[in-house]
């Protein structure tokens, strides 16, 4: 018997339509328009599809030299970050998934109550500069490096997996950190990627710890280059033509944000598999 598709499907497909379309099109006016021409972008001409197309654009935003060191930074970061993130973050996961663990529910609770408060922008500030992180890369990466919630997610899943796999590495003779790192790590692969992915985004996207801590320009992510461009109306100085130089400045912006935002969205086919798999499994086992 096939499925009815009811007036309620078409409005809803059609509701979901226009959400994708209302989502797809500042991006793609912006590659529209970051691979135009002067003139045209210069008349309004530019809508869904490049006129005069040219590359005139990115190679100005790449012959500024701080957008390619701030991009190596905050590939850097990324990496680092995420690397950092992920071990600190299942490994304690790992230990609360064991509920005859010394104050189990005690550490659990204090983690659950960060979820509601925070200490604030100030006292995280003082902190930091306790601990002499102002200028120094690890200011953008530990700062941030565990999220609550996400270890409360790889909690969940780790306490799903079977006790006899455990039992298996310690008949073998492995100790605890020898079944965390190769028995429990191999069968975590789609929390991980999906955590992992969470991590990533979060931190190529960071641009406020720059903004507290950072002073030393050449510690820069990309972030706070496009923001500065965006807010502050920052152009490359390439697009001054015709003593208007308003639109190409645009232009310059939305190319530099289609740099910024292409390299973190060609992560998702990639670890799309393991994206919902991970976070269904971490959200509704145990």
């Given at each position: 018997m096939k499925p009815k598709f009811g007036l309620f499907d078409v409005v809803l497909y059609g509701m979901l339509l226009l959400v994708v379309l209302s989502c797809l099109y500042p991006f793609v006016y912006m590659i529209a328009v970051s691979f135009s021409g002067v003139v045209p972008v210069l008349k309004g001409q530019v809508f869904l599809?490049?006129?005069?197309?040219?590359?005139?654009?990115?190679?100005?935003?790449?012959?500024?030299?701080?957008?390619?060191?701030?991009?190596?930074?905050?590939?850097?970061?990324?990496?680092?970050?995420?690397?950092?993130?992920?071990?600190?973050?299942?490994?304690?996961?790992?230990?609360?998934?064991?509920?005859?663990?010394?104050?189990?529910?005690?550490?659990?609770?204090?983690?659950?109550?960060t979820l509601f408060f925070s200490g604030g922008m100030i006292p995280t500030f003082l902190v930091v500069r306790s601990y002499h992180l102002i200028d120094t890369i690890w200011a953008m990466i530990l700062p941030t490096a565990v999220s609550s919630w996400n270890i409360i997610v790889m909690r969940t899943f780790f306490a799903g997996i079977p006790q006899e796999v455990e039992e298996s590495g310690k008949i073998d003779g492995l100790t605890d950190i020898g079944i965390f790192f190769r028995l429990v790590l191999p069968l975590s692969k789609a929390i991980l990627a999906t955590i992992g992915l969470?991590?990533?985004?979060?931190?190529?996207?960071?641009?406020?710890?720059?903004?507290?801590?950072?002073?030393d320009a050449n510690l820069f992510p990309l972030q706070i280059i496009v923001r500065n461009m965006v807010l502050q109306g920052q152009g490359t100085g390439a697009g001054n033509i015709g003593g208007d130089s308003l639109i190409v400045d645009e232009s310059i912006k939305y190319a530099t944000i289609i740099i910024t935002t292409v390299p973190i969205l060609m992560v998702y086919p990639f670890l799309q598999k393991y994206f919902a798999k991970g976070a269904l499994i971490g959200s509704i086992k145990g």
């Open positions: 599809w490049p006129k005069d197309f040219n590359l005139h654009t990115y190679a100005a935003v790449f012959e500024k030299p701080e957008i390619g060191r701030a991009y190596l930074n905050t590939i850097f970061y990324t990496v680092l970050g995420t690397t950092i993130s992920l071990l600190v973050s299942a490994a304690g996961a790992y230990a609360l998934s064991k509920k005859h663990m010394l104050f189990h529910r005690g550490f659990m609770v204090m983690i659950v109550i969470f991590y990533g985004v979060a931190i190529w996207n960071n641009f406020f710890s720059a903004l507290l801590y950072l002073r």
